[in-house]
Each structure stands twice: as structure tokens, then as C-alpha cells.
């Protein structure tokens, strides 16, 4: 049957269901693509960069530290993006095929556009305040919106929990990695292989082959 049954007895089209192998390299694929917007936003910083310094040297004057600071930390952090925005789909990842709620790729581009728009936010306050205040700011309210849409997407707020016990530490490794310079890179390694490790014990028990289905899909396949 192409569809199953629904009112009037008219065929209703079957809900699309994934693996979860393949939802894992769709989830993988759209992390390497929004790194794209990340391009742009490095753009910007370096735009701004150059008119701060512009604007300074018509004054007669070096920009000053804070103000140079500021742009370079941000420049800093924008070169983690791809590993940050892969580690917070892999979280939704993990919450989607444990507890057996389907996410669509939709909601992943849109948890993804959440933290390009972090540094839109950390750039602009951090001219403003300073970098450690304006990722403070950018930070609690980015972390505030990803565990709260989790708590939406999953309707759990048991999950909403645990999304903000994840993302909390995940956004203060950022500003860790930013201010350790010599020692980022090993941290950051470090984190990721962590990240990584607790991904596969959650994930351990998971049918890769079977369908990534939540309870509406699996009643309309039975009825079907």
C-alpha cells in the first residue's frame, strides 16, 4: 500500500521514516553546512577589525586594547564553530534516538542558525561591554534558547534539563579554549574525544539499520 486510510477512507501518505545511520550522516552533513554562515560572520569581525583601526589612526590614535581584544577573541572562537555546532546536533542526537522522538533536519538548521546568531550577538555586545561581559550575555541567552527548544522539540522537560546540564559546560569550554591559547588545542581535542566516547556509550544498544521512528510513525506503519 502506498498510504494508509484515513478519513472518508482516502489514503493518507505513510510517514517518511530514517535510519539511524542515515539520520546520523544527514545530522553530519547539515553541521558542515552551516560552518558556511560562520564564513561570513569571520567576515564581518574582519570588516569591523579593519574600520576600528581605520577609525583610530584618523584620530591619531592606536585602537585600543580592549576594543582589539575583543575582535580577535571573537575571531578566535569562530574558528571552533564547526566543532561546536557539530557537538550540539550530536547532543540532539542522542536525545532523538533515546528517546525515540523524531527530529526533523528542519529543527537541526534552525538549532543551527541559533548559533551562528551567538556570534552575531558575542560580536556586537562584546563592542559594547567587552568580550567577557558580551559572552557572558550571548552565552547564558544562546544556552537558554537550545535547552528550551529542546524541551519543544522533545516534550520532555527532563530533557530541556539535560540539554542545559550539556550546553552550560559546552558554551564555558569555548570561552576556556579563548582565553588558554597555548593549551586550546589540547583541550579542545581533549573535549571532543570525551564528547565523542559519551556519544557511542549512549548510542551503544542502537539498531543503526532499524528505522528512526517515533511513536505516531510506528502506529501508522502498524495500521498501515
Known sequence: MSGCLGWGGQAQPRTR???????????????????IPGLFVQGLVTDRMTRA??????IGGPATPVTV???QSV?????????FEGLVFLTYFTFEVTS???????????VGVAQIIFYLLLLSLSEKVGFDVGFLLAGAATVGLLSINAEWVFASWKLGLRAFAVFCPLYGLIY????LKDWALLVGAVASFGAVAAAMYLTREIDWYGTLAGSDGRREAENS
Do not use: F
Not at 521514516?17 to 560552518?35: E, R
Not at 583601526?53 to 584618523?58: G, L, M, P, Q
Not at 575571531?75 to 566543532?83: A, D, E, P, Q, T
Not at 576556556?176 to 582565553?179: S, W
Open 17 to 35: 521514516t530514517w535510519s539511524a545511520g542515515a539520520k546520523l550522516i544527514v545530522v553530519c552533513v547539515l553541521a558542515l553546512l552551516m560552518n
Open 53 to 58: 583601526a581605520e577609525a583610530a589612526a584618523r
Open 69 to 71: 581584544d575583543a575582535y
Open 75 to 83: 575571531n578566535r572562537s569562530l574558528k571552533y564553530v564547526l566543532l
Open 100 to 110: 525515540r522522538k523524531r527530529v526533523h533536519p528542519a529543527q537541526y538548521v534552525l
Open 176 to 179: 576556556v579554549l579563548l582565553r
